[in-house]
């Protein structure tokens, strides 16, 4: 039997060493450099996926939004970005946003599984992390019912009681103005109790109360875990396997929501079965309404926290970038102050029935949404059909951004975009629900709360607490930046949620009735 023996190979067809090496290297970048490179999607008739970069992203991580703005300007109005595996259409202007989320919302309005958000700490519920089906129809029709115009008139009273003690609370504790004040606790517990009364029945009675802190932290860690670009464990499945921090964190927040809202939950349901008052609340709803909505006890509780979640960090995010830009634009305040002592005076608060009388506070309050909306990206949507906009493809499954950023800095629709300029507004009467129903588009005040069958629930109560906020604020202090400690506007907290870095403000009591006012509004503790 003969053998076979290399040697017995004709030289010519042994390859060299040189040729094996480029045999593997070009193996090796068959395989690899997809994983780096965008790649063209086509359908059967040929339209392409819409422009974008040529990399594949893992994550953008700090200011996204400044990369899609560029990108903007770069690749035009609809362009198309990868991270990781994940196909992501951004839309920079007013009109494609209006064609593709509210002409076609019924392909355009579902929600992506990210690993993070919706399979690891909301598990596919909370309204926000739901597909666009059934259960999502649902969930989101009870909880509107506690978020229409006529739930919030409601609700009045609440809010304006609030209203006070957030007054009360910064001017007790910056002892009349002489000591300054960081409003990031005041503000969160001002939102937080409006949102806790409208969930709970309940509220908190200080800020040093033990819901404060761990509801407050909820809500930034979840800020911080959810952001849109932000975590390369969405977008590369192997990290999603192994026991990472960031998994851990996701997991950890699953449970604590469980834990807090669900004791509150419990707690409800305990006094309801005493025969005991319980304010009309959504815990009240859910658990008089459950069986007949088929909810399971998580349902509840993710339901519940939704309204913390989504309602607290936002609005009060807001309320702290009011603060924090009110100061360096005197002649601003100086307009404010004088618009409310011409039409409400100094004797009493400005309330929600003066809000269309004071034009000037609606347009501030328009403008710092603008400027500093909480959520640059929105909550991204997802695609359920293949859709061709003119003539660039958007297959199914494909990631919808709406760039609020490069919308509100849109200088045809915002002359001098960068610039705080509340006279911009001046003319526009239309609340924000209104105004995102307008036919032309280019008239809509901003994008903060979204867009199209999406759009956030929570707007009209969100309007009604930072009216009575802001315009509280300001019938009350006269608003300064500390000496030598200016506070900076460009920089921020959060990867979702956005809030300006910790800073102090001066508040000044403008006239003697604050502290009279503020004195017949005593805290109250309620019974939960
Ligand atoms: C100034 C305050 C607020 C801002 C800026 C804000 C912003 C947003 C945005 C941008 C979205 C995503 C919309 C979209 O997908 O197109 C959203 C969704 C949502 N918001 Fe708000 N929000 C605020 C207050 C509230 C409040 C007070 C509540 C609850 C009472 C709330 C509950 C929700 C819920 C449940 C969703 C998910 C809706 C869905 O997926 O169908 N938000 N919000």
Known sequence: MSRFLIADIPATLIPSANAILAAVVITALYFIVPLFIRRNITDAKGHSIPPGPLFRYAFLRKYPERALYKWAQQYGPL??????????????????????????????????????????????????????????RQHRSIAMKLLTPKAVAGYNEVLEYEADILIRSLLKDSRNGTLPVNPHNYAGRYALNNMLTISFGTRTDSTTDPLVEPALHMAMEFMDLTGPWSNAIDFIEPLQWIPTQMRSRGRKLHDDLIKVYGAMITRVRARLAAGEHVPDCLAKTLIETQKEENLDEEDLCMLAAVFTLGGVHSTAGIIQWFLALIPSHPDIQARAHEELDRVVGRDRWPTADDEKN?????????????????????????????????????????????????????????????????????GDDLSCAESAKVANVMERDHWTFGAGRRICPGLHVAERELFLAISRLLWSFSMYELPGQPICLDEYEGLSGRTPLPYKVSLIPRHDNVLSLVEQSKEMTLEF
């Open 358 to 426: 004071l034009p000037y506070i609606r347009a501030i309050i328009k403008e710092v949404q603008r400027v500093h909306a909480p959520f640059w990206m929105a909550t991204p949507h997802c695609s359920s059909e293949d859709f061709v906009y003119q003539g660039q493809y958007i297959p199914k499954g494909t990631v919808m951004v709406l760039n609020c950023f490069s919308l509100h800095h849109n200088e045809q629709r915002y002359n001098d975009s960068f610039t705080f300029n509340p006279d911009r507004y001046m």
């Open 79 to 136: 362009f198309s970005v990868f991270m990781g595996n994940q196909l992501f259409v951004v839309i920079s202007d007013p009109q494609v946003a209006k064609d593709l989320l509210v002409t076609n919302g019924a392909i355009f309005s579902s929600r992506k599984r990210y690993f993070m958000k919706n399979q690891t700490i909301l598990r596919g519920r909370a309204i926000t992390a739901s597909e666009y089906d059934d259960t999502w």
